[in-house]
T-cell receptor, first 113, second 113 residues
Framework: DQQVKQNSPSLSVQEGRISILNCDYT??????FLWYKKYPAEGPTFLISISSIKDKNEDGRFTVFLNKSAKHLSLHIVPSQPGDSAVYFC????????????FGKGTSLLVTP | KAGVTQTPRYLIKTRGQQVTLSCSPI?????VSWYQQTPGQGLQFLFEYFSETQRNKGNFPGRFSGRQFSNSRSEMNVSTLELGDSALYLC????????????FGPGTRLTVT
């Protein structure tokens, strides 16, 4: 069963505006959440992570918000740039499971000029 | 530092055959994980190796196996290939101080005919 869900397969945003990518999860044992970006013919690239004990983490244009009560996290990209066009994956780690990550199926972001 | 490398990049095999894929992690990284990516299931965790020991295993049949060598390089093997094994196989490495972020290689595209 899919424990990490990204319900929007695609998203289109204008350059300069905010991109918001959403992710829902079902497993209460997740203790770390990560976002990855993937371009065609390349492996996923780590973007940003957040521990389950926090509710926000920022890194430059990228901010991840975690709402544990709703089992929901989101990635905000501000401002969006055409180079941000890629597939974004949400991933989560079960506590004490080493580096085994559960991935969502991804959201394809298109940033138009 | 050189990134994660995977060989070969592309492979075509026939049903019933076996295949071995190779992964060289980033220098200093001791954890290597393998994932299978398919259009229908997304990215699914296969197994993780740390210091030559399998630390975690995903929900895949025993036809999928792996190992890690003393230099942290890893191989995964799939025996008795099935059509459904056609996928992109991704290797990722991590260092123990990271917040569970993993660095991915470009993947090996396996096609089973």
């Amino acid at each position: 069963d899919q424990q990490v869900k990204q319900n929007s397969p695609s998203l289109s945003v204008q350059e300069g505006r905010i991109s918001i990518l959403n992710c829902d999860y079902t497993n209460s044992m997740f203790d770390y959440f990560l976002w990855y970006k993937k371009y065609p013919a390349e492996g996923p690239t780590f973007l940003i992570s957040i521990s389950s004990i926090k509710d926000k983490n920022e890194d430059g244009r990228f901010t991840v918000f975690l709402n544990k009560s709703a089992k929901h996290l989101s990635l905000h990209i501000v401002p969006s740039q055409p180079g941000d066009s890629a597939v974004y994956f949400c991933a989560a780690r079960v506590s004490n499971s080493g580096y085994a990550l559960n991935f969502g199926k991804g959201t394809s972001l298109l940033v138009t000029p | 530092k050189a990134g994660v490398t995977q060989t070969p990049r592309y492979l075509i095999k026939t049903r019933g055959q076996q295949v071995t894929l190779s992964c060289s992690p980033i220098s200093g990284h001791r954890s290597v994980s393998w994932y299978q990516q398919t259009p229908g299931q997304g990215l699914q965790f296969l197994f993780e190796y740390f210091s030559e020991t399998q630390r975690n295993k995903g929900n895949f049949p025993g036809r999928f196996s792996g190992r890690q060598f003393s230099n942290s390089r890893s191989e995964m093997n799939v025996s008795t290939l099935e059509l459904g094994d056609s996928a992109l196989y991704l290797c990722a490495s991590s260092w123990t101080g990271a917040a569970y972020e993993q660095y991915f290689g470009p993947g090996t595209r396996l096609t089973v005919t």
